[in-house]
């Protein structure tokens, strides 16, 4: 029953992401401003559910007896709960932030999600500035009758 419970979590959790990248993409800014508070606040959230998306992920495979991240020399300290969820939302928001500090290190299956993780944090920006210019550009140019030109 628990890991059927972990699974449902993880399936959640890609969904998640999944609809959060969805948002992004269809959300636009108004024609006469580049960018808007709107779309800044659309892409903070998309981040934070993207974090906690990928943590969800990683606690669940830990529980699961799948060992992903590896604290220092050992595995993760899991004297509690807390202290798990603590070191996986951290790792998750380095990985998705930066390239990652060194402190904790991912293995096994665990190197594959932190670089697609790695990759979604970088395309989010980059995402983030070309649907504001290209949806400027397209409010800028004057429409042409197809068969003019």
Same mark, same amino acid.
């Given at each position: ?7 449902g979590a ?5 969904? %998640?992401? %999944? ?23 659309v892409l ?49 928001a380095v ?14 299956? %665990? ?39």
């Amino acid at each position: 029953m628990q890991s059927l419970f972990i699974l449902g979590a993880i399936m959640i959790s890609i969904i %998640g992401v %999944g609809m959060s990248l969805y948002v992004l993409i269809i959300n636009q800014t108004s024609p006469n401003r580049r960018i808007s508070i709107r779309h800044f606040i659309v892409l903070l959230f998309v981040y934070l559910n993207v974090m906690v998306g990928f943590g969800v992920l990683y606690i669940s495979l830990q529980l699961l007896g799948i060992p992903v991240l590896k604290e220092s020399s050992e595995g993760l300290q899991s004297d509690s709960l807390l202290h798990l969820i603590e070191d996986v939302l951290y790792f998750s928001a380095v990985t998705l932030l930066t390239v990652g500090y060194g402190d904790i290190i991912p293995q096994g299956v %665990g190197r594959w999600i932190a670089v697609i993780q790695a990759l979604i944090g970088y395309l989010l920006p980059a995402a983030f500035v070309v649907t504001t210019f290209i949806r400027h550009d397209e409010e800028v140019r004057p429409k042409r009758h197809p068969y003019r030109l």
